[in-house]
C-alpha cells in the first residue's frame, strides 16, 4: 500500500466550477500536509499547507484536513483554464530526522472552458 | 521562483556517462532535499542535508549516487556510470529549520539517458 494515495484522473470540470481533490495517507503520525500544483515539465509549486484538523481558506482554494480518517483534500472555487495542471498532495513524514515529504502520484485536473 | 536554483536545466548523456548537477538552496535555508521525479509520479526522497552533513539517504539512493553540500551551501549530485532508468527530474528544495516545514523547489534538471 502506498503511504500517499490520490485518484490519479484525470479530472475535468467546467469553468467556473468547483473542484474537488482528494488524498489519503496511512502514517498516523503525519503532522504536515501540502498540495502542491505541478504544470508540465514544471517543478512543484506550493499552494497551502494544513497542520490542524478542519479547513484553511487562502482565495479559491480551500485544504480541508480529517486526521481520525487520514483525509485530505482541496477544492478550488471558480475553476479556471489557468488551473489545469496536476494535483501533488504531500505529507511529512518523521522517517527519522529527516522529516521529508512523501508525495502522492498526483491528480491530472483539467478545467474546460 | 521560490530562490531556489539549479542548474543545469536539461541534460542529456550516454549511457554509462557520469554527469552533476548543482542547486543553490535560498541563502538561510539550512536544510536541503533532493528528489527524483518520473512520469506520471510524484517526487521521490534521495536524501537530504542539515548544513554541510547529509542526515539521511533513501534506500533509492544506489552506490552510483554521491550527493555533497560543501560549507552547507549549494549542494552537488552525482550519478556515475548513468543507466537509461536514471531518466527523471532531479528535483532540490529547501527549508529552514524551525519554519513550517515548508519546502520550496528549485526547477529541476531534467536528465535523458540515450
Known amino acids: 500500500q502506498k503511504e500517499v494515495e490520490q485518484n490519479s484522473g484525470p479530472l475535468s470540470v467546467p469553468e467556473g466550477a468547483i473542484a474537488s481533490l482528494n488524498c489519503t495517507y496511512s502514517?498516523?503520525?503525519?503532522?504536515?500536509f501540502f498540495w502542491y500544483r505541478q504544470y508540465s515539465g514544471k517543478s512543484p509549486e506550493l499552494i497551502m499547507f494544513?497542520?490542524?484538523?478542519g479547513d484553511k481558506e487562502d482565495g479559491r482554494f480551500t485544504a480541508q484536513l480529517n486526521k481520525a480518517s487520514q483525509y485530505v483534500s482541496l477544492l478550488i472555487r471558480d475553476s479556471q483554464p489557468s488551473d489545469s495542471a496536476t494535483y501533488l498532495c504531500?505529507?511529512?513524514?518523521?522517517?527519522?530526522?529527516?522529516?521529508?515529504?512523501?508525495f502522492g502520484s498526483g491528480t491530472q485536473l483539467t478545467v474546460l472552458p | 521562483d521560490t530562490g531556489v536554483s539549479q542548474n543545469p536545466r536539461h541534460k542529456i548523456t550516454k549511457r554509462g556517462q557520469n554527469v552533476t548537477f548543482r542547486c543553490d538552496p535560498i541563502?538561510?535555508?539550512?536544510?536541503l532535499y533532493w528528489y527524483r521525479q518520473t512520469l506520471g509520479q510524484g517526487p521521490e526522497f534521495l536524501t537530504y542535508?542539515?548544513?554541510?552533513?547529509?542526515?539521511?539517504k533513501s534506500r533509492l539512493l544506489s552506490d552510483r549516487f554521491s550527493a555533497e553540500r560543501p560549507k552547507g551551501s549549494f549542494s552537488t549530485l552525482e550519478i556515475q556510470r548513468t543507466e537509461q532508468g536514471d531518466s527523471a527530474m532531479y528535483l532540490c528544495a529547501s527549508i529552514r529549520t524551525g519554519s513550517t516545514d515548508t519546502q520550496y523547489f528549485g526547477p529541476g534538471t531534467r536528465l535523458t539517458v540515450l
Open positions: 541563502s538561510e535555508h539550512n536544510r
Open positions: 542535508f542539515q548544513n554541510e552533513a547529509q542526515l539521511e
Open positions: 504531500a505529507v511529512n513524514t518523521n522517517s527519522g530526522s529527516a522529516r521529508q515529504l512523501t
Open positions: 502514517d498516523r503520525g503525519s503532522q504536515s
Open positions: 494544513i497542520y490542524s484538523n
